[in-house]
């Protein structure tokens, strides 16, 4: 199965001070997104496309403890907005140009060979730009944590 990636969209007042219980519920809530590995492809694909970093962002804010694989990560609200927008920029052709020559090691050809090829790494990108939408509709940050 491998790891898999957690983000929701919430307001910076609640994460401050969350025990790990409540971070681990809150990013298995139904608001949350629960991504399968291919998290290893659309993390970097939205950071490229955004100009963000391999793993959404270079410097997100660590939350908590560890939770197997580090901390959950928290993204301001505002740099959430500038990733929103940037997203909705990016046309089919945009994401394809970056698809092409991301430099990711979880880009490597045939990583998703047996896994449904590009659409299955595709899949995790739409679901990782639903969460930065909603969350930036709503003025809020993204959390995030791989479990």
Do not use: C
């Amino acid at each position: 199965m491998g790891m898999r990636a957690h983000l929701v969209s919430v307001d910076r007042s609640v994460v401050d001070g969350l025990s790990n219980d409540q971070i681990y519920s809150l990013l298995n809530s139904p608001e949350a997104a629960s991504i399968d590995k291919s998290w290893e492809a659309a993390f970097p694909l939205v950071g490229s496309i955004a100009g963000t970093g391999m793993m959404l962002v270079d410097d997100p804010q660590p939350i908590g403890g560890d939770l197997g694989f580090g901390p959950a990560m928290f993204i301001e609200s505002g740099e959430v907005t500038a990733i929103a927008q940037k997203l909705a920029q990016a046309d089919d052709a945009i994401v394809e140009s970056h698809w092409e020559t991301l430099d990711s090691p979880f880009m490597q050809p045939g990583m998703y060979d047996n896994e449904w090829g590009k659409d299955f790494a595709m899949n995790g990108y739409r679901q990782v730009v639903q969460v930065f939408t909603t969350a930036a509709a709503a003025s809020q940050g993204v959390l995030f944590a791989i479990v």
